[in-house]
């Protein structure tokens, strides 16, 4: 794959990730809302897919790369929060800031997205080099396992008896660990065949499928994997790994990459403004929640939050470019309002 249909294809699973997201956060229909339920674990993959890339031969010094990674990442969600408490959408205390800007947690806003990109951002350094290390695929594979499983034993142990704790070792160690396999596991993809991409595939569905019927002989019903999100267990891994590399294998192939040129324009657009979407869709959700009650149907939500994002994601980019070229005189400034208010 040279480099340029490779940025489209990216671009391309961008598109699918961020609007699998925004459609989750307007309450779609129970088989949706299962359907989509790879969107996180997509965007994780192309991160790590992204840093091998592009990133990992850029940045020379660490200080440096972590410094960029805040700007991109962290900075615009500060940006964004300060907009909806200083207009009421939040409602203010010092316990909801607090949180909200640690990206501990929002309430009705998921800034856990943006805490796991950042987090595994700033060890794509050590998953790189870890990666490297690891050689022969053989052994990639016993590193996956092997963590997972110590994964699964802290699963096992009790929770800590101070909430305050508890809701740390939450955030920040049990919740990060499976990501950071996933973005490892990207860290890894480009060097893996179409051929060992497909039998990935397939052990992700026979493993999903098999967790499916378990729980349905004993429970009489098919249980959605949303309820092994929090933290992430193997039946909801498994189902997100599936369709995450089913809709890589489909979209990359010959025939719908030929498809994908036709909206090479709007692709571009929206896979390179994924964050800046992600964040203007809380706005524009808690407004139009606000204004309906919630009783509009999911697809005018949806259209209506999507559409308005992308708009003020346009207008903001053009605004960037003609009031940076004209009034901020240094490169490197208005490299930095690019990196804030791009992306």
Request: hydrophobic share 50%; with cysteine; charged share 15%.
């Amino acid at each position: 794959m040279d480099s340029k249909s490779r940025n489209i294809d990216i671009d391309f699973l961008k598109c699918i990730g961020i609007t699998c997201i925004v459609l989750a956060h307007v309450s779609p229909p129970v088989e949706l809302f299962q359907l989509r339920n790879f969107d996180v674990p997509l965007m994780v993959i192309i991160s790590g897919l992204s840093y091998a890339a592009f990133s990992s031969a850029r940045y020379i010094s660490y200080r440096r790369y972590v410094f960029d990674r805040f700007v991109r990442l962290v900075v615009p969600t500060w940006i964004l929060l300060i907009i909806m408490y200083s207009s009421g959408i939040l409602s203010f205390s010092l316990f909801n800031v607090f949180c909200s800007f640690t990206l501990i947690g929002c309430a009705g806003m998921a800034l856990w997205i943006i805490r796991i990109l950042f987090i595994g951002a700033i060890l794509s350094p050590l998953l790189y080099s870890l990666n490297a290390k690891a050689g022969k695929e053989i052994y990639f594979y016993s590193i996956l396992f092997v963590a997972y499983l110590f994964y699964s034993m802290l699963l096992l142990v009790p929770d800590p008896a101070n909430r305050y704790i508890d809701k740390m070792y939450d955030v920040f160690i049990l919740y990060n660990i499976p990501y950071l396999l996933i973005y490892l596991y990207g860290i890894r993809f480009a060097h893996f065949s179409r051929g060992t991409l497909k039998i990935h595939c397939a052990i992700a569905l026979i493993c999903f499928a098999g967790f499916g019927i378990y729980f349905y002989l004993q429970t009489g019903t098919f249980i959605p994997t949303q309820f092994f999100k929090y933290p992430p267990r193997i039946y909801w891994i498994s189902y997100a790994v599936f369709a995450a590399l089913a809709i890589y294998l489909l979209a990359t192939s010959e025939k719908y990459r030929l498809e994908k040129l036709k909206y090479n324009a709007m692709i571009r657009f929206i896979g390179s403004s994924t964050l800046w979407i992600y964040l203007w869709h809380w706005l524009f959700l808690k407004i139009w929640q606000k204004r309906t009650g919630g009783e509009a149907h999911f697809l005018i939500t949806f259209l209506f939050v999507f559409s308005a994002s992308l708009i003020v994601v346009y207008i903001q980019r053009k605004a960037l470019h003609f009031l940076s070229e004209r009034y901020v005189r240094r490169k490197e400034w208005r490299a930095y309002l690019k990196r804030v208010f791009t992306g």
